[in-house]
């Protein structure tokens, strides 16, 4: 039951970052920038739900390591995706007067720890 539903909220996970790019349109973000957010929060993700559903660890390695880059991250104007993660429970933290600080992302502390018991 636990690889299903950890199965269900990466596919959701996937669906939404579809549509944030389908509906956000691509402005005038370079092509390597829309790549990388389209690998990183669509196709791992989907790779992910995969390997939950199958009980492939390898697949859930991978998604593991991609949510826990993403449980701590920087604010700032020199951020290398175009858009923000398509599902996120953020706590601010640090000093945001001056547009620089780091957000907390709760949702992929919890994603990454049920994908670590899943690995092991």
Do not use: H
């Not at 370079?30 to 989907?46: D, R």
């Not at 859930?60 to 290398?80: K, P, T």
């Amino acid at each position: 039951m636990k690889f299903k539903l950890a199965s269900i909220v990466l596919a959701i996970f996937s669906l939404l970052a579809i549509g944030v790019v389908a509906f956000s349109g691509m402005e005038n973000n370079p092509l390597v920038n829309i790549f990388s957010y389209l690998v990183v929060f669509i196709l791992i993700p989907a790779y992910g739900a995969y390997g939950a559903w199958y009980k492939r660890r390898t697949a859930l390695f991978v998604a593991l390591m991609v949510f826990a880059c993403q449980s701590i991250r920087e604010v700032g104007g020199d951020s290398w995706f175009p858009y923000f993660s398509p599902f996120s429970l953020a706590i601010p933290f640090g000093d945001f007067s001056d547009g620089q600080g780091y957000l907390v992302d709760c949702f992929a502390i919890v994603m990454a720890m049920s994908l670590a018991a899943g690995c092991s």
